[in-house]
């Protein structure tokens, strides 16, 4: 504590931060900490560095309303900055990270998911756009775009065979350009797989058929020419008559 002390008093600010907290709870050490953390932290966000800033004010973790205004600024700076490099993912990830949603920070949530959604898209990965979008379904024309998405994500499983996953999206989508006709298509193949599977089964339980020679003999072990049971040997048996 007297080191962090001494070095705070010959303006070593960052080394006496480190001393405090080597102090651990002895007297006011860590919030001699804090504060030093806090004035580095102010002096960056001055200079309009929001980005350098940022963390430190998530490692003060401050429940003070002015620190959390401080960091909800710096979060909506850097965010906007990511959103206007087209990083629209980033943007929102560290939108979603705000502690508390400022008019500033739901506007620009919005708009970075519309626009990640829009870009999950045009690239085919539809699953994804999908998910974006739903969370802006009320945005522009963000529920029409789901819509063309879950379509071409319905389509690509149907071409794959995946019956299964197309049926919830093609139910969802009703009357929606082919969904339809689709929808048809994946009832028949899962009436025709659960009729193939039947037989299946069908068969698997059938009973085997007793089969008769055509001269009435039956099992391996009759003879072939007068049904008369054999012995082990192969030769008929014989039963001697008694002498009356």
Known sequence: YLKGYTLEAAGQAEEAREAYLAAGDYEDAQPRAA????TRADALLAEENYADALPLYRELNSAEPDDV?????????????????????????????????????????IRSAYQAGKTAGSR????????????????????????????????ELVAAENWEEALPLLEELGSYR?????????????EAREAEAENDASDVDAPEENTVDEDGAQGPNADEENNAPVTGSGEPWTVEEEAP
């Open 35 to 38: 504060e030093i953390l806090r």
């Open 69 to 109: 205004a401080k960091l909800q600024t710096c979060i909506y700076r850097v965010a906007l900055r990511f959103y206007k490099d087209r990083e629209y993912l980033q943007a929102l990830a560290l939108l979603d990270s705000a502690p508390e949603d400022t008019k500033d920070i739901s506007s620009l949530r």
């Open 124 to 155: 085919g990965e539809y699953r994804e756009a999908i998910e974006l979008l739903d969370r802006v379904a009320d945005y522009s024309d963000a529920a029409s775009l789901g819509r063309g998405y879950r379509l071409a994500l319905a389509e």
């Open 178 to 190: 082919n969904a339809r006709r689709l929808l048809r298509q994946v009832n028949a193949a899962l």
